[in-house]
């Protein structure tokens, strides 16, 4: 389900945020208004995507999800409705990917964690899904991809 985890030192990252904290049971309908506002945004500004749209979760329990819709970009965004400038650290992280529909992710993620554990590594609660291959490059969920990250903790 996923590929052997493996661990990365990551450089830092100039990003573009939308922050959001939502019932979980609101996210499928937050996460597309909130890409395509971050989107319009970052291009109204002249500013190129470096790279595909991720999301950093922050905290989710059962019941709210705080998260941040994220791209990287070429430059410093400025402030402009709910879009903020961000900053994806410099950080080792523990790092996979899985491959297959959005809706098997949250066992993808158990196993990512269980390997974690098993490998005696110490990883943050917070999170990042990087959307690598999704809906927008074919209607094959088969063949979309997610990278997953989890900060390592000394």
Known sequence: ???????VQTVAQLTAIVPVTVARSEIRTVMGPGISEL???VASQHIAPAGPWFTHHLRTDPQVFEFEISVPVTAPIQDRGRVRPGLWPAMK?????YQG??????QAWGEFDAWISAQGLKASQDF??????G?????DPT???????RRLLD
């Open 39 to 41: 989107m319009a945004t």
């Open 135 to 139: 809906p927008e490059s074919g209607s």
């Open 128 to 133: 990042w899904e990087v959307y690598a291959v």
């Open 101 to 106: 529909p959005y809706e098997g992710m949250g």
């Open 93 to 97: 992280v523990v790092r996979t990917v």
């Open 1 to 7: 389900m996923i590929e052997t985890p493996r661990i």
């Open 143 to 149: 063949l979309w991809r997610t990278e997953f990250s």
